[in-house]
């Protein structure tokens, strides 16, 4: 019998990231492999020295950012959708923009914020000034991991720059220029096996993030050739089997603002009517099975 495993985060219980794997455990099963939805304790580890992956499947639904154990997986045999490293490049925001870097894919001018390990010291001002002067303002602060629009923040000014520092400095952060001209809304896409699969366009009336958890609406929108082929560059170029691409609308076109290695697609089925899930259990099929 065929069977398949799909991982998820042990500590998982928001409504969006069970619906995730409820709804490709269906498609799967509809289409006859047997899945079975594991939290993730005591996945994989190391014993005398050897490296092991404690499930039997023919391939892992890799819907959690666990770096270790889908790097342990995958060495004990595993087939996973997406891989260890294509999860870890698109969790950290700023080895994103560094990965994308000198590919031709746009993406806005993006500065990583120094490692501070010292709850004590304080935020360097000349150094914040500096970043102002070359980012102007507004400019927006990332977390550099996370997810559903939180840890994104907007500074107006210096003071407020200053202000979430103060929160961020002994987190990974990046700062980032601002594209005043998407501000409010922006383009999901979702890429299944290097092709545009469906698209919407999000929009808020009073936030500059457009994320559907933070009371944004979607639209469902058909991608032109342009955005369509900026999507799967970007898919291509970090190895992702499955993707949402969030494309800003920039003055002369589209820049990627952030690429979501295991994207959110209740949302996206709701709005569009397309069965994402439906499409990504028969692309792993396809590519395990050959059929």
């Known amino acids: 019998m065929k069977q398949g495993v799909i991982l998820i985060n042990a500590y998982t219980n928001g409504e969006s990231e069970l619906n995730q794997p409820k ?7 509809a289409r006859g492999v047997r899945i079975e939805v594991n939290r993730n304790f005591f996945t994989a580890g ?3 020295n050897e490296e092991a992956g404690f499930m039997s499947a023919d391939f892992c639904g890799n819907l959690d950012k666990d770096k270790y154990a889908g790097e342990l997986l995958e060495k004990a045999g595993l087939r996973l959708f997406n891989s ?13 923009c560094i990965a994308l870097a000198g590919s031709g894919i746009p993406v806005p001018e993006t500065y990583a914020a120094p490692l501070c390990y010292s709850e004590s010291a304080p935020a ?3 150094f914040l000034r500096a970043v102002g002067e070359r980012l102007g303002y507004p400019l927006v602060v990332k977390e550099s991991y996370g997810s559903l629009g939180k840890g994104v923040y907007k500074a107006d000014d210096f003071e407020s720059l200053c202000e979430v520092e103060k929160k961020l400095q002994m987190k990974p952060h990046l700062f980032q220029k601002f594209v005043s001209s998407s501000a409010g809304r922006d383009l999901r896409v979702i890429v299944i096996g290097g092709v545009v699969f469906a698209a919407m366009r999000r929009t808020s009336a009073g936030d500059f993030r457009s994320n559907l958890e933070l009371g944004g609406r979607g639209e ?5 050739a342009r955005a369509a082929a900026l999507c799967e560059s970007v898919a291509r170029r970090l190895g992702l089997d499955y993707c949402g691409v969030d494309l800003l609308f920039a003055e002369d076109g589209y820049t990627v603002c952030e ?5 959110f697609f209740g949302g996206m089925e709701r709005i569009t009517g397309k069965n994402v899930a439906g499409a990504y259990a028969e692309y792993i099929i396809r590519e395990v099975y050959g059929v």
């Open 23 to 29: 709804r490709l455990k269906e498609e799967f099963e």
């Open 46 to 48: 190391v014993r005398e």
């Open 84 to 96: 260890p490293r294509a999860v870890a490049v698109c969790d950290d925001k700023m080895t994103t």
């Open 124 to 126: 360097n001002a000349e």
């Open 220 to 224: 469902p929108l058909s991608p032109d």
């Open 259 to 263: 690429v979501n290695s295991n994207a």
